[in-house]
């Protein structure tokens, strides 16, 4: 299967750049699965297309503030670094640029000195193995010198950095945001448990996996980047009784559908307590064994995003959804308008 099967064309006016004020004004697209037939709302009215029985899946990760910018201690050359996951103790996986300046035993300095790094390990697309110095708590130094790391095509600052968090962000960890749950406020969440609607939570944390480009032609050659995941013997719990009362599971995001499905693969289509790394590679062709339906934002050509959302509702009906949505001046990514898969 082709990668160029996945292209659509984006104006570029139409990648959102800043987050709405009110995070349940954007728009919303309900998508039908089986038919391709489209509905066109706005994101607080998402509780017409939700029963009571149904339960939501959330991802509870926060963002690290994991864009850090420092100078190389020889050179004073510039050096940005992106945390993508810790390892151990005070090594972290890392994304360096320029990455060729960074080589094993370089040490880069943030904030004049209140943080050092020093490269022990290089990988392949600036990916580098940094173990950290400083005094006190790193999380508290991190948040002293670290900018919320936004996706490349955002180039607006932001001001509020809680605005690319979701409300019910807690267990932090990610490099990125599970953007499809920006869209809801404590008062959608308790609106929704009121009517019955279940809400459980999960954790990923986004890394390097969600956002690589696919760079073979052939998808069925492309790999994925492990991510952690977690599920509580709680959140297990619910969704079982939900399946068997015949409720329906959506999952919020991506990364939700992602950690959902990798614990239904493992349990023979039934959920667990568990944790651990996930490479799953959702597209088209595969077998789904955990969720219903699926709330998410609207995503780059080619990606692996847009394969998985094509994989649920079938790449001609999502092809068609996002030429729809070009035409209706939608906007995309991380900021942007949502989609409901039903």
Same mark, same amino acid.
């Given at each position: ?64 503030? !994991? ?55 290089? !990988? ?219």
């Amino acid at each position: 299967m082709k990668v160029e099967l996945f292209d659509f064309y984006l104006p570029e006016e139409q990648i959102a750049q800043v987050p709405l004020e009110d995070r349940t004004a954007s728009k919303l697209m309900v998508l039908n699965k089986k038919s391709g037939e489209l509905e066109h709302t706005t994101f607080s009215q998402v509780k017409n297309y939700l029963r009571k029985g149904d339960c939501l899946v959330l991802n509870d990760t926060r963002v690290l503030p !994991a864009r850090l910018f420092g100078v190389k201690l020889d050179t004073g050359a510039k050096v940005e670094v992106l945390l993508l996951k810790q390892l151990e103790g005070d090594k972290w996986e890392t994304l360096v640029k320029p990455a060729k300046r960074v080589k094993e035993g370089t040490i880069i300095e943030f904030g004049d000195g209140l943080l050092k790094a020093t490269c022990v390990g290089t !990988a392949e697309h600036g990916g580098r193995t940094l173990e950290f110095e400083y005094e006190g708590i790193f999380y508290e130094v991190l948040d002293q010198l670290g900018e919320m790391p936004l996706p490349p095509y955002i180039k607006e600052q932001l001001d509020d950095r809680e605005r690319y968090q979701t409300v019910f962000a807690r267990e932090r960890g990610s490099a990125a945001a599970p953007t499809a749950g920006l869209h809801f406020t404590e008062e959608l969440l308790s609106e929704l448990k009121e009517m019955g609607i279940h809400i459980a939570f999960i954790t990923l944390h986004v890394g390097l996996g969600t956002f690589r480009p696919v760079s073979v032609e052939d998808i069925n050659e492309h790999e994925m980047h492990a991510e952690f995941y977690q599920m509580t013997e709680g959140t297990a719990r619910l969704l079982n009784q939900v399946r068997e009362q015949g409720g329906r599971i959506i999952s919020v995001g991506t990364t939700s559908t992602r950690t959902l499905e990798t614990i239904a693969r493992d349990h023979n289509g039934k959920f667990k307590e568990a944790s651990g790394w996930t490479d799953i590679f959702i597209y088209p062709g595969f077998e789904w064994k955990a969720i219903d339906g699926m709330i998410t934002n609207f995503h780059l050509p080619k990606s692996t995003l847009i394969m998985l959302v094509s994989a649920l509702a079938g790449r001609e009906n999502v092809l068609n959804a996002y030429n729809t949505a070009v035409k209706q001046g939608y906007r995309f990514f991380s900021f942007g308008d949502a989609m409901l898969i039903l």
